[in-house]
């Protein structure tokens, strides 16, 4: 039941991750009108930005806006873009987050095998 409960969250994590791309792109589309991107750029500085309407540590609260305001103001922007647009910007969407999530695991490794280096170079020079 929990691992049920935690795989909807990641996708639901996943999902807003990729629309929040798609807003970006779609704000910077020679097509999109200028109400569209204006209220696009509100909502990816808004979900990106560390300043909330409500903070984060008042208990529940802090937290739900985040789960109300990022999602809905998604959906009227999703609204507001023209359909063809649209379709271009989740594409480009996906196929950046599929590069980004590349690049991470790639970057994490590197990082893995210079610490590894690291610690056997320490391990040599204590030796001595």
């Known amino acids: 039941m929990i691992t049920l409960v935690l795989?909807?969250?990641?996708?639901?994590?996943?999902?807003?991750k990729t629309e929040v791309l798609t807003l970006?792109?779609?704000?910077?589309h020679p097509r999109t009108p200028v109400y569209a991107k204006l209220?696009?750029?509100?909502v990816v500085a808004y979900a990106l930005s560390p300043i909330d309407l409500i903070p984060d540590f008042i208990p529940v609260l802090g937290?739900?806006?985040?789960?109300?305001?990022v999602p809905a103001g998604i959906a009227l922007v999703l609204r507001l873009?023209?359909?063809g647009v649209l379709v271009e910007c989740r594409a480009k969407a996906q196929s950046w987050s599929q590069r980004l999530e590349r690049s991470l695991i790639a970057g994490a490794i590197i990082v893995t095998a210079w610490l590894m280096l690291a610690m056997l170079l320490v391990r040599w020079l204590l030796s001595l």
């Open 39 to 42: 209220a696009a750029a509100a």
């Open 7 to 16: 795989r909807t969250l990641r996708r639901w994590k996943d999902n807003l």
């Open 81 to 83: 873009v023209p359909a």
């Open 24 to 28: 970006y792109f779609a704000a910077r």
């Open 63 to 69: 937290y739900l806006d985040d789960l109300i305001i």
